[in-house]
C-alpha cells in the first residue's frame, strides 16, 4: 500500500497543471481538457481519502459521480465548441466579441 500523501501529492499536481491549462492557453479545448484534469484530481483524492475508512464506499461512489458529470461536461461543452467554431470560425473564445457588452 502506497501512503496517503503520495496520493495527495498526485492529485494536487494534476490540479495545478489543470488550473495552469485553463489560465494559459487561448483554445476552448484545451479549457476543457483543463477542467478534466482537475476533476480527475478531485477523483484521486476522492479514492485515497476512502482508504481511510475503507468498509465505507462514499468517496468511490462520489467518484463515481464526478466521472459522470465529468463526461456529460465533455459532451456538451464539446457540442457548444463544434457550434460556435461553425458559426464564428474560431474556438478561441477572446475573439468571440458579438456576445459581449461593447
Known amino acids: 500500500m502506497f501512503p496517503i500523501h503520495h496520493f495527495l501529492l ?10 495552469l491549462v485553463i489560465i494559459v492557453k487561448r483554445n476552448a479545448i484545451m479549457v476543457l481538457l483543463g477542467i478534466e484534469l482537475m476533476l480527475n484530481a ?9 482508504q481511510l475508512h475503507p468498509i465505507q464506499l462514499g468517496g468511490q ?8 458529470v465529468a ?17 464564428y470560425q474560431t474556438s478561441v473564445p477572446d475573439e468571440i466579441s458579438e456576445l459581449k457588452d461593447s
Open 42 to 50: 478531485s477523483n484521486i483524492n476522492l479514492v485515497a481519502f476512502n
Open 71 to 87: 463526461v456529460c461536461e465533455a459532451a456538451v461543452g464539446l457540442a457548444i465548441v463544434l457550434r460556435i467554431y461553425q458559426y
Open 10 to 19: 498526485l492529485a494536487a499536481f494534476l490540479f495545478c497543471a489543470g488550473l
Open 61 to 68: 461512489m462520489f467518484a463515481l459521480f464526478v466521472i459522470i
